[in-house]
């Protein structure tokens, strides 16, 4: 993100944080502040934080860069966790693209973090010299009357990225948007989560795609008819199918966010049951006293496996012995041999199975003996080596018709023609 773009986050907001925070009705309640060593933040408990770790700041406390006018060329990333441990608290999330943006700590505290300050620790990595430069931030979450809203409606808008939807012109465009279509006294954002953090896959880098980001916001009136109509019969089934819903006031939001109405959620938490579970109560972690140990006696008997043996070993033995007993004498002692079978078959039928037999071998020898040569259209035009034109079998006055289609055949001109007889009794030559 440019430092333009950060200039115009500071410029759009509705309440910046400078020691305590400020709520405006009728207006986007977002807290900001910029990133400076060991400040107090007051943001309150429902309600969006964000906190702008700005590389410039970060840049007077590392060498300056070798050349002139290129010191915002200095590479710096951002650590942050809590005081004491490697993370941050689950509340809070950041981000930041590249060395070369600045990071953003974002997140909605809740009703349990109120009065216990939250110290998160920043530490900036200069890329190109290797040096740290660490700061605190300590977070005190206030407690309000008017948070949270008790009716909630969390929007899925695929043309953006969190980053792109944390800048506070376009987050108060957004809630523009929606406070035309709701029509509400009161209307805050409450919490900005990227699709990356649900589960959403990471977008192809063609077409300028987004991750998409789900934005969360609050009123203190009852949902309008618009946003009802995605319950609607209709557009359930249209949902189904995976096709776009019909939603009258979608035009409103076309222009510059794409939402995506299968997937908006309305909440109102004045219905919700609440769920109470018992919490464990820790203990001292000290062992109650109870008296001296008491091991038990060495005197213990032996155990018997020899019934294990020979339930899991023995028995299965045993009768894998018979199964191959019984297979073995079925193979070997059961052949009957081909003189068995030769004395029981009829002599007819033998002499009948000789006779083919032998007629078979017959058959075979002459089709091996004979020697008539290949049609000529089988034969090549072209030698398949040389390219050279194959010579005919035959010379050219050769009469094929006069060639026999079988040994036994003779030759057309030796045949003796028989006279028929007529009907008038003439003969004919």
Not at 136 to 159: D, G, H
Request: hydrophobic share 35%; with cysteine.
């Amino acid at each position: 993100m440019d430092a333009a773009g950060l200039a115009a986050w500071f410029c759009a907001a509705c309440a910046t944080c400078s020691g305590a925070s400020a709520t405006n009705r009728g207006h986007v309640v977002t807290i900001l502040s910029r990133s400076h060593g060991d400040r107090n933040v007051y943001p309150s408990a429902g309600v969006l934080f964000v906190h702008v770790l700005e590389r410039e700041y970060f840049k007077g406390e590392f060498p300056p860069y070798p050349k002139a006018g290129d010191a915002s060329n200095d590479p710096i990333t951002f650590n942050t966790n809590l005081k004491g441990y490697p993370d941050r608290p689950g509340w809070l999330r950041y981000i930041q693209r590249s060395s070369h943006s600045d990071g953003v700590l974002y997140g909605s505290p809740t009703a349990e973090h109120v009065g216990k300050p939250t110290v998160i620790e920043i530490t900036a990595y200069n890329r190109r010299t290797f040096e740290t430069a660490r700061h605190n931030l300590v977070i005190n979450i206030m407690s309000t009357e008017e948070f949270p809203l008790p009716y909630q409606a969390e929007f899925y808008i695929k043309n953006m990225n969190v980053e792109e939807m944390l800048a506070s012109e376009v987050l108060g465009d957004f809630l523009g948007a929606v406070k035309n279509v709701w029509q509400p006294e009161r209307l805050n954002a409450i919490n900005i989560t990227s699709a990356l953090d649900r589960g959403g896959r990471v977008p192809l880098p063609i077409n300028d795609m987004k991750e998409g980001v789900y934005v969360m916001v609050g009123a203190d009136v009852q949902f309008s008819s618009c946003l009802r109509e995605v319950e609607t019969p209709q557009n359930q089934l249209r949902c189904s199918q995976e096709m776009e819903p019909l939603i009258s006031c979608d035009k409103k939001f076309r222009a510059q966010f794409h939402i995506d109405w299968c997937k908006i959620s309305l909440v109102d938490i004045t219905k919700v049951v609440p769920v109470y579970r018992e919490r464990l109560v820790p203990g001292t972690g000290v062992l109650p006293d109870v008296g001296e140990y008491n091991p038990p006696s060495e005197m213990l008997r032996s155990r018997d496996y020899f019934t294990d043996f020979l339930v899991t070993l023995a028995v299965p033995s045993a009768v894998a012995l018979v199964l191959f007993t019984i297979l073995g004498y079925s193979m070997c002692c059961r052949r009957e041999g081909v003189e068995k079978r030769n004395m029981q078959t009829p002599d007819i039928q033998l002499v009948h199975h000789s006779s083919i037999q032998k007629s078979t071998k017959e058959l075979r020898g002459m089709s091996k003996n004979r020697e008539i040569s290949w049609p000529l259209s089988t034969l090549p035009v072209f030698h398949p080596v040389s390219g050279e034109v194959v010579p005919p079998l035959h010379p050219d006055n050769y009469e094929t018709t006069s060639m026999p289609l079988m040994q036994t055949q003779t030759n057309l001109q030796n045949q003796v023609q028989i006279p028929q007889q007529q009907p008038s009794g003439q003969w004919y030559s």
